[in-house]
């Protein structure tokens, strides 16, 4: 089937083959004869690389002309977010009007009303559905990315309810993309869709496994080595990169992804031309201006760099990510050591893909093998279309007789079936409110909800959740977040702006009781730290006696009870306690180094944990206006404020001039302009030397120009 030939305007079918895609491939031509284009909802159960996307693309595109209705896109992850609206905005030139909405939870977005194809994550439309924006009722089509994510059970529960409402609700097309999965028809016959079932990829791809001595293939010749290199990956890597292409390494862990970046550059760097070398040496420095002072992390990854190999993980600064990504699609960076996240995220594909490390360690299990739907994910990215006429999955085996497990397993193994994961207890309990504040109003009907859900289409029934909602309900109603009066449900006042806040009832509850004992800023980083949400950081073994001194010496600050260190709670309140100490060096004005030296955080980790905050913070501070809390509002907005810019409480009014963040405020205040009335009087080339022409240049038009305001 030819482009020339589907239902769309000829500015549209331009844009299809401005793309290069002149004709369907099998899933694509599938996707049309099943009635994707005719608004009916379909399952696209096919390998990465397999042209889903642009099924999506076709499905969007009619939606929006020829329904006059918006789509939502939903994606897994923000990078991905990122990237799909870089890719769509094309279509703006021909009157699509795209968004990218991923973070504040405590918005309807109203703003969204204006646009075609919306971005979201599945968390975000979470939220945004708990404020029942009106625009949602213009929604025709819901895309949902990597549909098998169903089966992951942190965010798994989040997307199912989300499609349950949806179709319940609003009822619009829905297209679910989705890998190779054994039971897609259950997914299909739950969403009732149409499957679209497919095992073609544009790109062949081979599936081997090196056990130390020889390269070993399914489907053509087994290659041998010169084993001058002491280990496979290594070995693979420079094979790869001699032959003038790109591979990527999946390693379990981040330490392990940066030691085997640092070990296959030392070979690689003598594979590059002195033309490869310079454009490595430009991405090196760029690497090492991210933060305001580099860390070791930084420096490392910019040592890696230099010799063509660069290491990939969620510890690193989201810039530095993103340039990674954009160097190794250009070619500049030949390979790429990863941890699994990678796969799940971006597109990236390389020649190769080597699988080092098939198996995870899991506290209660010891180290088991990865599930083989993730080993697919991770082959997929192997083969670049119009680059490579076939691609090369690689798994590293230490020896013959792991080799052959390794094949038995993954290369010949079924990928698992998705299963519901909605009966877990913590994730049901936001969900109860939510639904309690936008659509239930009993007893029957919040049973009758979960009767739609996949949980009850592939159980049977929900008997098993109803006890768990029966715990759910006493438990919100003893909270004061609801009011159960009979069979009646009714959401109090608290428990709405709980539920909008997308906090966790519990999370909230603890916000509510703690907040009348706050009576300093450690306080409140302690509340927010001792927060599932916060993802308190581990103490290790090796630093638990530090913990504990620093907690002795804090004693008589902390205004919440301690746990005694026999009790099982104790383990969880040095987290807390940890992370809270992470936080207030931070606001003390220490660097990413200095914090990755003395905890082990990475930058990427501290801001994770920067922004959370500030939602946590926002929310208490929300909190504590329904409960009159003033004197404890005025910290909270402080201590947001700080951790922004990671300042002591003498600088706030000076973070205030745009332009100047944490290093600069300290400058000025250090060489005595404490106040924005000091920079007034201050000589602009005083200024100059201090902050940089330009930047002082822009801090005295605004401080002028607030005056001028004034004077109007």
């Known amino acids: 089937m030819r482009v020339d030939n589907l239902d769309f305007p000829e500015r549209v079918k331009k844009k299809f083959l401005e793309k290069g895609i002149e004709k369907l491939n099998p899933p694509q031509e599938e996707s049309v004869k099943k009635g994707v284009l005719n608004f009916k909802s379909a399952i696209i159960a096919s390998p990465t690389a397999s042209g889903k996307t642009f099924i999506a693309e076709m499905a969007f595109l009619k939606t929006i002309i020829e329904k006059g209705m918006k789509s939502l896109y939903i994606v897994p992850l923000r990078a991905l977010g990122y990237e799909k609206y870089q890719d769509f905005k094309r279509y703006e030139d021909i009157g699509i009007k795209v968004a990218l909405s991923l973070g504040d939870y405590d918005s309807s977005d109203s703003w969204l009303a204006n646009y075609d194809l919306i971005i979201v994550t599945v968390e975000k439309l979470d939220s945004l559905l708990r404020h029942s924006p009106m625009w949602l009722r213009e929604v025709g089509l819901i895309i949902a990315d990597e549909i098998h994510l169903l089966n992951d059970p942190g965010r798994g529960p989040t997307l199912e309810v989300v499609l349950t409402k ?48 020889e390269l070993k293939f399914l489907e053509k010749e087994n290659i041998s080595f010169e084993k001058k290199i002491p280990d496979g990956e290594t070995i693979l890597v420079v094979d790869t990169i001699k032959h003038g292409k790109q591979v990527i390494v999946f390693l379990s862990s981040r330490r392990n992804a940066e030691s085997v970046a640092e070990k296959t550059g030392e070979f690689a760097k003598k594979l590059l031309s002195k033309e490869e070398k310079k454009n490595l040496e430009e991405l090196s420095k760029k ?96 083969g670049r279309p119009r680059y490579d006429d076939y691609g090369e999955a690689i798994l590293i085996a230490k020896s013959e007789r792991e080799a052959e497990e390794l094949e038995n397993i993954f290369i010949m193994g079924e990928p698992e079936e998705i299963y519901s994961k909605l009966s877990m207890e913590p994730v049901l309990r936001t969900h109860v409110l939510s639904l309690i504040n936008t659509t239930v109003r009993n007893e029957k009907e919040l049973k009758g909800f979960f009767s739609e859900t996949l949980f009850a289409y592939q159980y049977g029934d929900t008997s098993r959740i109803e006890e768990i909602l029966e715990r759910i309900i006493e438990r919100l109603d003893e909270q004061k977040f609801i009011e159960r009066t009979g069979e009646s449900l009714e959401i109090t006042r608290v428990g709405k702006r709980v539920s909008e806040l997308y906090l966790d009832p519990e999370t909230a509850y603890k916000m509510i009781k703690g907040m009348k004992f706050i009576k300093n800023y450690f306080d409140l980083l302690m509340l927010i730290s001792s927060t599932a949400e916060i993802y308190p950081s581990r103490v290790r073994k090796g630093e638990i006696e530090e913990i504990e001194n620093k907690l002795a010496k804090k004693r008589d600050e902390i205004n919440f009870e301690i746990p005694d260190q026999w009790d099982l709670e104790y383990d969880d309140f040095l987290s807390a306690f940890k992370t809270a100490l992470i936080l207030e060096e931070w606001i003390s004005e220490r660097g990413e180094d200095y914090l990755m030296d003395r905890y082990k955080i990475t930058p990427g980790e501290l801001n994770s944990k920067r922004e959370i ?23 909270t907005r402080k201590l947001r404020a700080r951790i922004k810019y990671g300042i002591k409480e003498e600088l706030l009014n000076l973070v205030k001039i745009k332009g100047i963040g944490r290093v600069k405020a300290r400058t000025l205040y250090d060489a005595g302009f404490k106040k924005i009335s000091d920079l007034k009087k201050a000589p602009k080339e005083r200024l100059g030397d201090l902050i940089g022409t330009k930047t002082a240049e822009n801090v005295m038009k605004q401080i002028l120009g607030e005056e001028k305001q004034k004077e109007l």
Request: aromatic share 8%.
């Open 166 to 213: 949806i179709k319940m609700d609003i009822n619009p097309q829905i297209l679910g993309l989705s890998a190779t999965i054994s039971n897609a028809n259950e997914l299909s016959q739950w969403l009732d869709a149409e499957l679209v079932f497919s095992d073609y990829r544009p790109v062949k791809l081979y599936e081997g496994v090196y056990d130390g001595e």
């Open 287 to 382: 690497i090492l201006s991210v933060l305001s002072r580099p860390t070791k992390q930084c420096k490392k990854l910019a040592r890696c760099i230099k010799n063509g190999v660069a290491f990939h993980h969620a510890g690193l600064a989201h810039e530095q990510r993103v340039m990674v990504e954009d160097a190794f699609r250009k070619n500049i960076v030949k390979a790429i050591c990863a941890t699994p996240t990678l796969a799940a995220g971006v597109d990236l594909p390389a020649f190769r893909v080597l699988i080092r490390d098939a198996k995870r360690y899991y506290p209660a299990h010891g180290y088991v093998y990865i599930p083989v739907l993730e080993y697919q994910q991770m082959s997929g990215r192997a």
């Open 613 to 635: 905050s500030d939602w946590l913070l926002y929310s208490c501070q929300e909190l504590g206006l329904l409960l009159g809390l003033r004197e404890e509002l005025k910290l």
